[in-house]
């Protein structure tokens, strides 16, 4: 495992730096990083990013918005929240393995003298409170995991910031987002500051290492993360997109995540689908909306395009027959 240092705190960046790592850095078997954000909202790869956030708020206090390469839901970040980054070589696993990479912060936490526990689909909490969501993105034999721990984090921002559906709510069984997360610092009984996590947490991934291996970014590297940042990360159509056209809209949560269907039916006919939510999956979801194009809206039509769908790897956990329940 190797370690690339980035002090960055902009959050177009440092999601273009991921995405350059694990696209380009191949000679490495395992890429580790941590990164902190201004405050900034991090929107899922499939997620309407209108629907989750309150933009007026968001625009009154400055707080970027910017999509990620994974797929799950939106989290809110700020210089008290440390994000971490295990990018690897997949050992033939196409299934989403979100506690395996969760290890390492439950046993930071526990040589704090603090338990936490890796529960749900993603999520490590303390006392049943939330302080960490994970993602992951696939592609190619290679998995990028990252991260979200709230360790000092403003959570007042954090509630007013984020929309969260109200199925969202429901499913937890709780009254708000804001009495379902907690801050790691709440929990300690020696105060330590973000950094010094930060610290703790890298010199644990290293521990079998007399030394952490360092890869220093060059600057074609830094020349070429530029780039991706401006020509995507910083882009309205990236971040935000536009909403299609539609007359028809469903959605459905299930225990893998929401799935929402925004449908325009024209003639009988699909003239556009798209798929947003906070599930997880492989690929490229517009290669599938692509194929639903000008189709009947038919049931037994609809299920002649899922049956050329592998809809476990774009959709991991949802089955054909409940994702066919999202569209007709």
Not at 68 to 74: C, P
Not at 137 to 143: D, S, T
Request: charged letters at 30%.
């Amino acid at each position: 495992m190797i370690y690339i240092k980035n002090e960055d705190n902009r959050p177009q960046f440092n999601l273009a730096l991921e995405q350059y790592v694990f696209d380009n850095l191949n000679q490495f078997d395992e890429i580790f990083l941590l990164w902190i954000n201004e405050p900034a909202i991090i929107v899922g790869k499939n997620q309407n990013t209108i629907e989750e956030i309150n933009l007026d708020y968001v625009k009154e206090n400055n707080i970027h918005v910017v999509r990620r390469l994974s797929g799950g839901g939106a989290v809110y970040h700020d210089l008290g929240n440390l994000n971490y980054t295990i990018i690897s070589k997949s050992k033939g696993s196409s299934s989403f393995n979100f506690e395996a990479f969760s290890k390492p912060v439950i046993e930071v936490l526990d040589k704090l003298g603090v338990k936490a526990e890796f529960t749900g689909r993603n999520d490590i909490t303390i006392d049943g409170k939330k302080f960490c969501g994970n993602a992951q993105y696939m592609k190619k034999g290679k998995v990028l995991h990252h991260g979200a721990i709230l360790f000092d984090t403003d959570l007042t921002v954090l509630s007013k910031a984020l929309k969260v559906s109200k199925d969202k709510i429901e499913s937890k069984g709780v009254k708000s987002v804001r009495s379902r997360v907690t801050n790691i610092i709440d929990y300690l009984d020696e105060k330590i500051t973000v950094e010094d996590f930060k610290q703790l947490l890298l010199e644990h991934m290293f521990k079998k290492d007399s030394k952490i291996k360092e890869y220093k970014l060059t600057e074609e590297d830094y020349a070429n993360i530029n780039k991706l940042m401006e020509e995507r990360y910083s882009t309205w159509e990236w971040n935000f997109g536009k909403s299609p056209k539609f007359n028809i809209s469903k959605s459905k949560r299930f225990p893998a995540g929401k799935v929402e269907t925004k449908i325009y039916v024209e003639n009988g006919r699909i003239n556009e689908l798209k798929f947003y939510g906070d599930f997880f999956g492989g690929g490229e979801i517009s290669d599938i909306e692509e194929k639903f194009k000008g189709i009947k809206y038919k049931e037994d039509e609809i299920e002649k395009v899922l049956n050329t769908i592998d809809v476990g790897y774009y959709f991991s956990g949802i089955s054909k027959d409940e994702l066919m329940q999202c569209i007709i």
